[in-house]
């Protein structure tokens, strides 16, 4: 998903070719549910997907299988109440309204509404201090509660993250997957990058700073977003076609 438009067109000729070959994708992102739903309405897909950062797996049709995350309606009080008492200055997406978030990312008002109906994580913007960052994480340590980086946003949730998302699902098939490719571009994607088979690492402001370690096969793109997305699917695609990628 491009960060700048959240449009998927350029990685069409890519889904494209994976529907021709009969692979369908499985989404794993920082989205919510609603949110994933509607971009595989919009890019003619069926599929289960994992939302939020690995917090749960949905199947094709919407509906819950599995949640790895602590609701956030069980802690967010409990984190504007440290804010407060600590006097940090943070913001996130339940403290704007949907105007605001259309503003930050490019959505649209409904779209951002979409984007506001997070079941486990809640996406928001440091403006404090280094150090007060770490006194943060220190104590909501202490809520069970950790923090991820996303491309665009901080991530305030509990102990979950894609990687462990995907091994759920993996070893829940019939016969369980034995090879997968993931593709990621920022640092809440390391997880899934480094537990793959095959990981393309999608040309970002922040991909310098993933080093999955793990995977037999390490892909980098030259392209950014849903372009580096197609271009990664046509090099693994290119490598299988040639044999010079073999799956077990």
């Not at 797996?57 to 069980?74: A, C, H, M, N, W």
């Not at 997968?180 to 537990?195: K, M, V, W």
């Not at 999955?212 to 392209?223: D, E, F, K, M, V």
Request: hydrophobic letters at 40%; a negative charge; aromatic letters at 8%.
């Amino acid at each position: 998903m491009e960060h700048e438009s959240y449009s998927i067109e350029a990685a069409k000729p890519a889904l494209t070719e994976l529907a021709r070959r009969g692979v369908t994708p499985i989404f794993a992102s920082s989205k919510t549910a609603v949110e994933i739903l509607a971009v595989q309405r919009a890019s003619g897909l069926t599929a289960p997907f994992i939302c939020e950062n690995g917090a749960a797996v949905y199947d094709s049709s919407g509906q819950i299988l599995t949640e790895f995350g602590l609701p956030r309606t069980r802690w967010l009080d409990a984190v504007h109440q440290l804010r407060e008492r600590l006097s940090l200055r943070f913001t996130g997406f339940s403290d704007w309204p949907a105007v605001k978030i259309a503003g930050l990312t490019g959505l649209s008002e409904g779209d951002a509404g979409n984007a506001q109906r997070r079941e486990f994580t809640e996406p928001m913007l440091w403006q404090d201090t280094q150090a007060n960052f770490q006194l943060f994480k220190s104590e909501i340590q202490k809520l069970s509660l950790t923090t991820l980086e996303g491309g665009r946003f901080i991530s305030i949730q509990s102990q979950f993250d894609k990687g462990e998302a995907m091994k759920w699902w993996q070893a829940r098939q019939n016969p369980p997957l034995p090879f997968l490719i993931a593709l990621g571009d920022s640092p809440n994607d390391l997880s899934l990058l480094a537990a793959a088979d095959v990981a393309v690492v999608i040309k970002s402001g922040k991909s310098d700073q993933l080093d999955p370690q793990g995977p037999a096969t390490i892909i980098r793109t030259s392209l950014p977003g849903p372009a580096g997305w197609n271009d990664g699917i046509r090099q693994i695609l290119n490598l299988l076609d040639s044999q010079q990628l073999l799956i077990n």
